[in-house]
Nanobody, 115 residues
Framework: QVQLVESGGGLVQPGGSLRLSCAAS????????IDWYRQAPGNERELVAT???????NYADSVKGRFTISRDNAKKMVYLQMNSVRPEDTAVYYC?????????WGQGTQVTVSS
């Protein structure tokens, strides 16, 4: 059974840092594109960051320069380093893995930015 498990969420003060992790039980993990999405209450789910199989990355304008996505294929892990966080970064963060017709979601981890 394929699983994506996010961790690392919590309460952080504005300007602080947090690192989210996504652990995957996927065969051929290195071939998957991995995305981090987030969804705040009352909002649609939005794409935050992408890392492809070759290592190229993309970021939403709202997080560019503050968030960094990375992957460790040997450990089947993906990370989202969140720096200089803002209250508007508060959301449930989800990990998504896709490859051709395969698409998998994690259960999400809550990030709350508040003083």
């Amino acid at each position: 059974q394929v699983q994506l498990v996010e961790s690392g969420g919590g309460l952080v003060q504005p300007g602080g840092s947090l690192r989210l992790s996504c652990a995957a039980s996927l065969s051929f993990f290195s071939l998957y594109r991995i995305d981090w999405y987030r969804q705040a209450p009352g909002n649609e789910r939005e794409l935050v960051a992408t890392i492809r199989s070759g290592g190229s990355t993309n970021y939403a304008d709202s997080v560019k320069g503050r968030f960094t996505i990375s992957r460790d294929n040997a450990k089947k892990m993906v990370y989202l380093q969140m720096n200089s966080v803002r209250p508007e970064d508060t959301a449930v963060y989800y990990c998504n893995a896709s490859l051709n017709s395969r698409n998998y979601w994690g259960q999400g981890t809550q990030v709350t930015v508040s003083s």
